[in-house]
Antibody, heavy 120, light 110 residues
Framework: QVTLKESGPALVKPTQTLKLTCTVSGFSLSTSGMRVSWIRQPPGKALEGLARIDWDDDKFYSTSLKTRLTISKDTSKNQVVLTMTNMDPVDTATYYC????????????WGKGTTVTVSS | QSVLTQPPSVSAAPGQKVTISCSGSSSNIGNNYVSWYQQLPGTAPKVLIYDNNKRPSGIPDRFSGSKSGSSATLGITGLQTGDEADYYCGAWDSSLSIWVFGGGTKLTVL
């Protein structure tokens, strides 16, 4: 069974750096074609794609957030990490990680999400 | 402002049919697969339709998808109260190199 689980702090202060971890099971991050994305959703608002990392370590970032985001993976730990610098209250959201696969046009498995509030 | 455009809300009576539109451009829907997601209150999105018109196992055939040019449509027949949710279209954007989504459509089953 393929699962993804997000973890990280529930509360961060403005200007701090957020570090989120996505722990996957049921598949390997090094298997050809596997991809993991981070998506966020502010309260009452739409989904927003943030970043994606592929099995071969290719990385992609939201144009508007590129300077603040870093995505990486630790295959031995089955983890994908997203860091976002200079957090602001507008970054308050539920952050999801989700899997996609080369050749398939969807995010087929999502984590349950982790809620992050940015407040002093 | 979402990259893909959806109506904010749709409604219909139980047993009826509803369609939800999603408009994009050549960099996303026009040249990549469209997928549709159902988000029940307080839960993560779940894929309903992938590769424009395919249903994952376990998704009833009441749900259907189609695509024409840079637009896509989700259809739901035999509406049930349990279908009340937010629905999102999504696609990879080859120019932005990121997943893009619609603003979401809230379905109300009257």
């Amino acid at each position: 069974q393929v699962t993804l689980k997000e973890s990280g702090p529930a509360l961060v202060k403005p200007t701090q750096t957020l570090k989120l971890t996505c722990t996957v099971s049921g598949f390997s991050l090094s298997t050809s074609g596997m991809r993991v994305s981070w998506i966020r959703q502010p309260p009452g608002k739409a989904l927003e794609g943030l970043a994606r990392i592929d099995w071969d370590d290719d990385k992609f970032y939201s144009t508007s957030l590129k300077t603040r985001l870093t995505i990486s993976k630790d295959t031995s730990k089955n983890q994908v990490v997203l860091t976002m610098t200079n957090m602001d209250p507008v970054d308050t959201a539920t952050y999801y990680c989700a899997r996609s696969r080369r050749g398939y046009g969807d995010l087929d498995v999502w984590g349950k999400g982790t809620t992050v509030t940015v407040s002093s | 402002q979402s990259v893909l455009t959806q109506p904010p809300s749709v409604s219909a009576a139980p047993g009826q049919k509803v369609t939800i539109s999603c408009s994009g451009s050549s960099s996303n829907i026009g040249n990549n697969y469209v997928s549709w997601y159902q988000q029940l209150p307080g839960t993560a999105p779940k894929v309903l339709i992938y590769d424009n018109n395919k249903r994952p196992s376990g998704i009833p055939d009441r749900f259907s998808g189609s695509k024409s040019g840079s637009s896509a449509t989700l259809g739901i027949t035999g509406l049930q109260t349990g279908d009340e949710a937010d629905y999102y279209c999504g696609a990879w954007d080859s120019s932005l190199s990121i997943w893009v989504f619609g603003g979401g459509t809230k379905l109300t089953v009257l």
